[in-house]
């Protein structure tokens, strides 16, 4: 399954159009995040939306802002001018959370009740907020299947 979350700044904000065909409305922005190591530049991945969502990208976030991204990872190939191919990620988001002061979710999902106003997620722990550590739920004794167990499943 292919499923990325990523923490990112907006760079560049949404542009909206929609396609030609079916006039179904497309957002991209480029995000910008923190290099896995010390020293390395930032690295910018290009973020699509599509629908409902591609409109509140383009209402609501502005450059500087700073997101929690869910959606796709993609990886598109095309040809440069000097005959090369060449490779370049896409995220397509899912849903969008917004870090800071308005916190708000957006997302495709019209029955999601944490999209629905009044719900703020639970605030992201920072760097000097230590991460609360999960704790394990109590084990619970499972059955082993039998024979009985796969005499009704349906072929």
Request: aromatic content about 6%; overall charge negative.
């Amino acid at each position: 399954m292919n499923n990325c979350v990523l923490m990112a700044e907006v760079i560049q904000e949404p542009q909206l159009r929609y396609t030609s065909d079916t006039q179904t409305p497309i957002a991209e922005m480029v995000v910008q995040f923190e290099a896995l190591r010390e020293g390395d530049p930032p690295a910018s991945l290009k973020v699509v939306g599509w629908n409902t969502l591609a409109q509140d990208m383009q209402a609501k976030y502005r450059q500087g802002d700073r997101l929690i991204i869910e959606g796709r990872l993609n990886m598109n190939s095309f040809d440069t001018p000097h005959g090369y191919k060449e490779k370049k990620a896409e995220l397509t988001a899912q849903r969008i959370h917004q870090l800071g002061g308005g916190e708000r979710i957006v997302g495709t999902s019209e029955s999601d009740p944490t999209a629905m106003p009044g719900h703020a997620p639970a605030p992201m722990p920072t760097a000097s907020a230590p991460i609360p550590t999960p704790t394990p739920a109590p084990a619970m004794p499972v059955a082993s299947p039998t024979a009985a167990d796969y005499d009704e499943i349906p072929f």
